[in-house]
Nanobody
């Protein structure tokens, strides 16, 4: 069992920036691929971004490319999501997830709310 705790969400205006953090309890954090997902009310959970264990490889949903940046600090067991130029359509609960073997993310945080007003 790996516990993930997100933080950094909030209410912002369109065009603003926000940085989310996800702290993991994993013994060896670097072996996990880490991902960010988001889910709006009544909608399916969608992939946002992921980062390899070493941090050397990243992937982004087309909707956030050029605006969001995922990073990690393995010494702190933490993954980040820097969100710039936020849009109202970015409004969702953002969830952190960890995968030992893709494509299955086995561990999930409870999420942090991001609300972007127009």
């Amino acid at each position: 069992q790996v516990q993930l705790v997100e933080s950094g969400g909030g209410l912002v205006q369109a065009g603003d920036s926000l940085r989310l953090s996800c702290k993991a309890s994993a013994r060896t954090f670097s072996i996990y691929v880490m991902g960010w997902f988001r889910q709006a009310p009544g909608k399916e959970r969608k992939f946002v971004a992921s980062i390899s264990g070493s941090g050397g490889s990243t992937d982004y949903a087309d909707s956030v490319k050029g605006r969001f940046t995922i990073s990690r600090d393995n010494a702190k067991n933490t993954v980040y999501l820097q969100m710039n130029s936020l849009k109202p359509e970015d409004t969702a609960v953002y969830l952190c997830a960890a995968a030992r073997r893709l494509p299955e993310y086995s561990y999930w945080g409870q999420g942090t709310q991001v609300t972007v007003s127009s």
